[in-house]
């Protein structure tokens, strides 16, 4: 039953960080930049545990009453925010060099990324309704130990997807040295950042 829960925990979060998000393409690029990773990706996934581990206690409800009360303006400033983050990787796309280098790229302090990672995890609405509330919904069913073992495979999945994510797209790094690779990347990762704005923005009631 142990090894069942914690089957249960890791398919359902795996299953929620595995669609392309903000904080997945930043994570991305910053593995594609070879960028301060392991920071990165340790970071992302420990927010989630903490976030997973609030849900299952309990906070879930709390939350969502929260949500449910403040749901426009929380959808409305990370919709500002994304479309932000969007303008900057666009403008990064139309200014960049035909080939970006991950040393020249990598000028950034290690406290600006964490920052920008900060801003693109906690300030996601959806990270709270998928990870605390959704995850904490369904950790109901388990009591005792089964209900440990379902939020540590819970848990275990934003390490294991965080960690692949970063490290795998460190290894696709020379595939960027192509010209123009990176203005492809960067507008990509705008127009996925200007979609999710648009649709919490409609989730907000703002259009």
Not at 60 to 85: C, H, K, N, P, Q
Not at 164 to 171: D, F, K, R, V
Not at 174 to 194: C, E, G, H, K, S
Request: contains cysteine.
């Amino acid at each position: 039953m142990l090894t069942s829960s914690f089957v249960t925990g890791f398919a359902l979060g795996f299953s929620l960080l595995i669609a392309i998000g903000a904080q997945n393409a930043f994570v991305l690029r910053q593995g594609l930049l070879r960028q301060h990773v392991f920071a990165v990706v340790l970071f992302c996934a420990v927010a989630d545990m903490a976030l997973i581990v609030l849900g299952v206690g309990g906070l879930s409800l709390l939350i969502a009453d929260f949500a449910a009360r403040y749901e426009a303006v929380l959808f409305g400033l990370a919709a500002i925010w994304l479309t932000g983050y969007g303008v900057m990787r666009l403008r990064s796309a139309i200014r960049a060099n035909a080939v970006i280098t991950a040393d020249a790229a990598g000028s950034d302090s290690l406290t600006a990324v964490l920052t920008t990672g900060a801003v693109l995890t906690f300030g996601n609405p959806h990270v709270y309704l998928d990870t605390v509330v959704l995850v904490g919904t369904v950790s109901v069913r388990f009591t005792g130990m089964d209900k440990l073992a379902y939020g540590i495979g819970a848990a275990t999945a934003s390490f294991v997807f965080f960690f692949a994510l970063g490290y795998g797209a460190s290894l696709l790094a020379p595939q960027m040295q192509r010209p123009n690779a990176w203005r492809v990347l960067d507008t990509i990762i705008a127009v996925v950042m200007f979609a999710i704005a648009i649709g919490m923005a409609r989730a907000g009631g703002w259009l």
